[in-house]
């Protein structure tokens, strides 16, 4: 069967204690890190020092970055150079996504794709393959705390019976929106790698939350 995994992201954690906060959700299975360039999206977070550190920092933590960010045939590899185990970057920010893609697993990370709510998943069938995750963003991308799009759902559907095609165990990762009341919904398309942001750290126990998540999605 596919199996369940719970990436908190950080966007609603107390990025002063980014640190702390981290520390806070042992039991996640990934740490989701985004990162944006006031350009793909009209918000600013952290980039590559700030992601260096964390990965010194936590050197067991499975890191799932989240790159939001224009031009990422160049910026992308970076990331998977630092020892990222898992680098996303935006369908629509690349020229180049299949010859990214074959970077990033060469330098050792996992090559994941991501698409905006509008963006269809069939352009990206014949090559699906190429990428060890999908990212179907389930808000538009930028900012924490925005509802579900229930309208995504076709499409996590769609990508989980291209996948299947494949035989291979490409994961399908929803982000925005995501929790307890989301999630039943996400698992019935097929999606199960779950980013909660605000679900999880506005929580009186993030860590308890996350626990939740990963029984309610019978990991
Ligand atoms: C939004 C980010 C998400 C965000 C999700 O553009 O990609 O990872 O943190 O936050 P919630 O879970 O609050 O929608
Ligand atoms: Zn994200």
């Not at 204690?17 to 006031?38: F, K, Q, T, Y």
């Amino acid at each position: 069967g596919v199996s369940h995994r719970i990436h908190p992201s950080i966007l609603n954690a107390d990025l002063a204690r980014l640190d702390d906060e981290i520390r806070r959700i042992p039991s996640a299975d990934g740490v989701h890190l985004d990162v944006m360039d006031n350009h793909f999206v009209p918000n600013l977070t952290i980039g590559l020092p700030v992601i260096e550190s964390i990965r010194a920092a936590h050197p067991d933590r499975f890191l799932d970055i989240h790159l939001m960010i224009t031009d990422a045939d160049r910026f992308a590899p970076a990331y998977a150079e630092l020892g990222c185990e898992s680098v996303t970057f935006h369908i629509e920010a690349s020229d180049a996504p299949i010859r990214t893609a074959r970077t990033l697993r060469g330098l050792g990370s996992k090559a994941a794709v991501g698409l905006r709510p509008q963006t269809p998943i069939e352009p990206l069938a014949d090559f699906i393959t190429e990428f060890d995750m999908v990212l179907i963003m389930t808000v538009d991308p930028g900012f924490g705390g925005q509802s579900f799009l229930a309208d995504m759902l076709p499409k996590i559907r769609r990508t989980r019976e291209i996948v299947a095609r494949t035989g291979q165990d490409i994961w399908i990762q929803v982000d925005g929106g995501v929790a307890e009341s989301t999630l039943d919904q996400c698992i019935d398309a097929g999606a199960n790698v779950f980013v909660a942001g605000s679900a999880v750290f506005r929580a009186e126990d993030p860590d308890a939350m996350v626990r939740g998540l990963a029984a309610q999605a019978g990991a």
